[in-house]
T-cell receptor, first 118, second 115 residues
Framework: AQSVTQLDSQVPVFEEAPVELRCNYSSSVSVYLFWYVQYPNQGLQLLLKYLSGSTLVKGINGFEAEFNKSQTSFHLRKPSVHISDTAEYFCAVTVGNAGGTSYGKLTFGQGTILTVHP | GAVVSQHPSRVICKSGTSVKIECRSLDFQATTMFWYRQFPKQSLMLMATSNEGSKATYEQGVEKDKFLINHASLTLSTLTVTSAHPEDSSFYIC???????????FGSGTQLSVL
């Protein structure tokens, strides 16, 4: 079984400041990693995903994340945040499957609420 | 892009009543849909996998008789919380994979409050 820990439940930052949202996972098998964002009154949207290859993954809206296998981490970063980035962010994992992928059976972290202040 | 529509967004019901939540894929067909539940300050937990034309697959610890899932068509899955109790109060969210299974689309969720 897999588990995901998001170390910060809330992260307040000022506009144009950098931000890092932390995510650690545990698994006895290889995994695929995801970051989702949920804006108020909307469904979850995929920000980025790591399947294989380069450990630095770039996503939408200027976000990026780095997969660190030795640290079992997948922290999300943005060098300069905007007010519009205020949302809840979820880290998730699923078992990696070389024969095909199913992203439905995700294990989520508890979520991190990012609040960007002017 | 593809959209998953979930209704209602919020429902309040009396203890002992049943509540139905609908999840529709609006511009694509979904033979599989997933139902998640999120308790306050906890992570989303997969409850069950809904399969069009066959029985749903429930995760360990989820009561299939309490959480009835019906995947009636390629665009509609419903979750019925039967004989709801206050401990069933939670945020329920559905999702459906894209046609090539490379992306997961989520509904906006349903906040259920059982009085």
């Amino acid at each position: 079984a897999q588990s995901v820990t998001q170390l910060d439940s809330q992260v307040p930052v000022f506009e144009e400041a950098p931000v890092e949202l932390r995510c650690n996972y545990s698994s006895s098998v290889s995994v695929y990693l995801f970051w989702y964002v949920q804006y108020p009154n909307q469904g979850l949207q995929l920000l980025l995903k790591y399947l294989s290859g380069s450990t630095l993954v770039k996503g939408i809206n200027g976000f990026e994340a780095e997969f660190n296998k030795s640290q079992t981490s997948f922290h999300l970063r943005k060098p300069s945040v905007h007010i519009s980035d205020t949302a809840e962010y979820f880290c998730a994992v699923t078992v990696g499957n070389a024969g095909g992928t199913s992203y439905g059976k995700l294990t989520f972290g508890q979520g991190t609420i990012l609040t960007v202040h002017p | 892009g593809a959209v998953v529509s979930q209704h209602p967004s919020r429902v309040i019901c009396k203890s002992g009543t049943s509540v139905k939540i609908e999840c529709r894929s609006l511009d694509f067909q979904a033979t599989t849909m997933f139902w998640y539940r999120q308790f306050p300050k906890q992570s989303l937990m997969l409850m069950a996998t809904s399969n069009e034309g066959s029985k749903a697959t429930y995760e360990q610890g989820v009561e299939k008789d309490k959480f009835l899932i019906n995947h009636a068509s390629l665009t509609l899955s419903t979750l019925t919380v039967t004989s709801a109790h206050p401990e069933d109060s939670s945020f329920y969210i559905c999702s459906a994979p894209s046609a090539r299974n490379e992306k997961l689309f989520f509904g906006s969720g349903t906040q259920l409050s059982v009085l």
